[in-house]
């Protein structure tokens, strides 16, 4: 079974500030994949980044990066210089076997001017 | 591209009615999903549809069906509405072609369901 784990329910930071989002992840499966989807207020998901379980290499894009450890089992991603716009509900997923998502339980952050 | 729609976005039924929700998915996308989000479960994965096919299934009753028609467009109904629900039901689309897929999910703006 998959199981994804979120330990940070909310997280409030001030404007400008770096926002690191924790996750942990269970899976007994040697390939899969994780991600990273945003959930404004609208509620709709967006999809923020991926990653597959045979490349560990970190990356950066934008304000967004992400810090995958195999070892640990965690696949961290952070907001650097956050912005107001970037208060929403953030969700780690995996994808093993089948096409089917397990979401952690999401971490609120709030963003203050 | 567009992205994924659903429709409708809000809708509000007493218990014991039925529901139907519709999901179109993007364009060349063959593959559906769809998820249920409460407050206390969180994001719990339903069903997945490839080729008009259930291919996946999560740990819902049997209350809760879906279908996907030739155009990959997709419907879920839920029966016999019970007040727990109650949720934001949303719907994925990917290229999934093989059972391991690879591909990543994009997500609808969700309906949001009220069961009075």
């Known amino acids: 079974a998959q199981k994804v784990t979120q330990a940070q329910t909310e997280i409030s930071v001030v404007e400008k500030e770096d926002v690191t989002l924790d996750c942990v992840y269970e899976?007994?499966?040697?390939?899969?994949?994780l991600f990273w989807y945003k959930q404004p207020p609208s509620g709709e998901l967006v999809f923020l980044i991926r990653?597959?379980?045979?490349?560990?290499q970190n990356e950066i894009s934008g304000r967004y990066s992400w810090n995958f450890q195999k070892s640990t089992s965690s696949f961290n991603f952070t907001i650097t210089a956050s912005q107001v716009v970037d208060s929403a509900v953030y969700f780690c997923?995996?994808?093993?076997?089948?096409?089917?998502?397990?979401f952690g339980g999401g971490t609120r952050v709030l963003v203050k001017p | 591209k567009a992205g994924v729609t659903q429709t409708p976005r809000y809708l509000i039924k007493t218990r014991g009615q039925q529901v139907t929700l519709s999901c179109s998915p993007i364009?060349?996308?063959?593959?559906v999903s769809w998820y249920q989000q409460t407050p206390g479960q969180g994001l719990q994965f339903l069903f997945e549809?490839?080729?008009?096919?259930?291919?996946n299934k999560g740990n819902f009753p049997g209350r809760f069906s879906g279908r996907q028609f030739s155009n990959s467009r997709s419907e879920m109904n839920v029966s016999t509405l019970e007040l727990g629900d109650s949720a934001l039901y949303l719907c994925?689309?990917?290229?999934?072609?093989?059972?391991?897929?690879?591909?990543?999910?994009?997500f609808g703006p969700g309906t949001r369901l009220t069961v009075l």
């Open positions: 899976t007994r499966d040697t390939t899969y994949y």
């Open positions: 994925a689309s990917s290229s999934a072609t093989g059972t391991a897929s690879t591909d990543t999910q994009y």
């Open positions: 990653r597959n379980s045979f490349d560990e």
């Open positions: 549809y490839f080729s008009e096919t259930q291919r």
């Open positions: 997923a995996l994808k093993a076997a089948g096409n089917k998502l397990t």
């Open positions: 364009s060349g996308h063959r593959s």
